[in-house]
């Protein structure tokens, strides 16, 4: 089932500094919510400063929905003090309100009480909320309020010298692009390892399904929906996935295909979103009819990335300089800690991602993409399956999950192995061991554990558990990395950057609204 690697990881060996420099950034959201768990009416607080411009904390969908970043980082572990640093000051600054420590939301009465993020008048934030007015008409409002973490992963380019040959990032770029191309590949024949150790929304509130039909054999308990064996119901049909983007012929065998797939999305109209009109009695519904409004509307489960530069596009940004970095975006919230994501899952990915780097990785159509969607699923509702199995492409063939999961382990350790010999320590293997095991256990993933409380306390009693919990220990701890200074001063300045953009687009020969909507979403 899985490739032979074992050439690759020899060469890995004998090139342990190849994997000196590793960077991560981490993307987490999270539902501001009353001490009764319900989602909060008030609107991102002025204390936090502009989310339009802050660059640690932010909103993604919802006014109430909070999204943290970190910068770039070398370390892990000071990545997550410093994302830890800025729970910590939310947390001392929500007044009663509380952090949602769970992907799936619960007590949402109903979609009208989800207000869109707000980002102010200028050009770029009205069309940042015309953006959400779209995913709203689209998709419905409950659905964008669901939380994930996304793991932003790169190599030095130590590694590309040695394992491509290139001689700098520039130079490089076609060679760079073709080797994530391949761990994006890999990623989607092999990443629902992800959803079987981390998946942690097993079971919705009965209230998230706001009357939707589905055909998943929910079991239930009180106001809880579960299945026994599921593990990521965030990545099901019923999360944050959209099927209507299967058939956009997205492949990633090289950046020419995909930026050429991805423009013809956002540039082909939709009959179904046409329907939804974009500008009714002078009022936008959304920033266009086309199948994606923008590029970030593809709910792909890991994207190529380049940080771009002033109003480009993401897939400008990769034409002008290849990959940077991946972004993935499988993490489930992890509810057993407070910030939602941990060092044992950052050492995994690295592991795994460095794996689908060195594996072969042939190309794949869009067809053999959706393939591999088969394993994914059944690993999303039912991973956890006694005797459950994993099938081989897209061919019938199916080998045991346990059987697969321990033969990619056994790679993984080779590469923690050389990780630990760089950073003189156990860590990476420590961590392969105690994953290793849930292929033996299922009982040890995460998403049985959450269940198991889950059917203990409920979905809302277990949230609003961890959201005291998480809310006492978060505003009592002193912090690490950040000071208080530090995080004021990002507050007023996102609060000037804000006012500067407002000014200079209300100024005498500035373009209006219309002629950026125009620019920007233009059909
Ligand atoms: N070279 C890199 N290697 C690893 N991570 C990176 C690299 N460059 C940026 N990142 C990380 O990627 C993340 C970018 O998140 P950010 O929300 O700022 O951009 P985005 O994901 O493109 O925006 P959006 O979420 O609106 O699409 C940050 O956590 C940042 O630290
Ligand atoms: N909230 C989505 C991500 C939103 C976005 O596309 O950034 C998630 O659960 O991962
Ligand atoms: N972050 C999500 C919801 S706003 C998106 O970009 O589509």
Known sequence: MIPDVSKALTWLESHPDALNGIRRGIERETLRVTPEGQLAASGHPEILGKALTHPWITTD?????LEFITPVDPSIDHMLSFLTDIHRYVARNLGSERMWPMSMPCFINKEEDIVLAQYGSSNVGRFKTLYREGLKNRYGALM??????????????????????????????????????????????????????????????????NGRETNIPFERDGHMLYLPYATSLRLS????????????????????????????????????????????DGHYRQLNANVLQIENELYAPIRPKRVTKGDESPSDALLRGGIEYIEVRSLDINPFTAIGVNAEQSRFLDLFLIWCVLADAPEMSSDELLCTRKNWN?????????????????????????????????????VAEVLDSINGNKQYQQVCTKLVACFEDASLTYSAQVLEQMKEKGVGGFGRELSERYREQLSSEPLEVLTEEQ???????????????ETQDSMPGAIGFEEYLHLHAGC
């Open 144 to 209: 964008q309020t669901i939380s994930g973490v996304h793991y932003n992963f790169s190599l030095p380019i130590d590694f590309w010298r040695a394992w491509a040959g290139v001689e700098d990032a520039e130079s490089g770029k076609e060679q760079i692009s073709a080797g994530y191309f391949r761990l994006i590949r890999n990623y989607y024949r092999f990443g629902w390892v992800i959803p079987y150790l981390f998946g942690a929304s097993p079971a919705i509130c009965s209230s998230f399904l």
């Open 61 to 65: 969908f919802a006014e109430s929905l």
């Open 237 to 280: 049909d019923l999360g944050y996935t959209n099927k209507s983007q299967n058939d956009l012929g997205i492949t990633f065998n090289n950046l020419p295909d995909y930026v050429t797939a991805l423009k013809k999305a956002i540039h082909t109209p939709s009959p179904e979103f046409a329907k939804l009109c974009v500008k009714v």
């Open 487 to 501: 995080l004021q001063q990002q507050v007023e300045a996102s609060i000037k950057r804000q006012a500067a953009m």
């Open 378 to 414: 059944r690993v999303i509702l039912e991973g956890r399956k006694p005797g459950q199995t994993i099938g081989i492409g897209c061919d019938t063939e199916r080998q045991p999950l346990a059987k697969v999961g321990k033969e990619l382990f056994a790679d993984l350790q080779r």
